[in-house]
């Protein structure tokens, strides 16, 4: 069995990585720190590979555990480092490698606006407009109802909108 789970985390690894990357480094706006939590996020599943029962997929389950060891990262930080960073976006000077700089996931203002947003818009744009998940799948990745996932869904759009307007970005098909 711990063979054909290696292997098993391996092959999600090379199917998953760059996209639970991504989500993360949307998240976090720290490329270093999103890749030491990639791994810690299949480290996890590693960990835990036998309570995933195939209620959801394997790509479901992982943004699952990368969102729950996000939100464990952005708590556990010094409180002031973290709402510094949620009322005021820090731009990372530090170059993306250039998967990254592709945000429909490629857009420098989309991501600049998602950062301005609180942070369970973003979450649910993230993953439902950007990484391009199913109500039902955003629902199991952020433990929410489909209603909230809906309903925060509905709000945040006319924000994020209301955001790339303010920037002077709205119309550049930025969304």
């Known amino acids: 069995m711990s063979e054909y789970?290696?292997?098993e985390i391996a092959k999600w690894y090379?199917?998953?990585s760059?996209?639970?990357?991504?989500?993360?480094?949307?998240m976090v706006n720290d490329y270093q720190q999103a890749e030491d939590l990639t791994h810690d996020t299949f480290v996890k599943a590693y960990l835990y590979y036998d309570s995933f029962k195939n209620h959801s997929s394997e790509k479901t389950w992982l943004f699952s555990i990368a969102h729950n060891v996000t939100v464990d990262f952005l708590r556990k930080r010094k409180p002031s480092l973290f709402f510094k960073e949620i009322f005021q976006f820090?731009?990372?000077?530090?170059?993306?490698p250039e998967e990254f700089i592709q945000i429909k996931e490629e857009s420098y203002e989309l991501y600049k606006a998602l950062?301005?947003?609180?942070?369970?818009?973003?979450?649910?744009?993230?993953l439902r407009k950007i990484k391009g998940f199913s109500i039902e799948d955003t629902a199991k990745i952020l433990s929410w109802s489909e209603s909230k996932v809906k309903s925060m869904?509905?709000?945040a759009i006319p924000?994020?909108?209301?955001?790339?307007?303010?920037e002077g970005y709205w119309g550049e098909k930025t969304v």
């Open 153 to 155: 869904l509905f709000r």
């Open 115 to 126: 950062g301005e947003l609180k942070d369970t818009y973003r979450k649910v744009i993230i």
């Open 14 to 16: 090379d199917e998953h």
């Open 5 to 7: 789970k290696k292997e």
């Open 159 to 166: 924000v994020l909108k209301k955001q790339l307007i303010k």
């Open 18 to 26: 760059k996209s639970i990357l991504s989500f993360i480094l949307l």
């Open 90 to 96: 820090q731009k990372d000077n530090h170059p993306l």
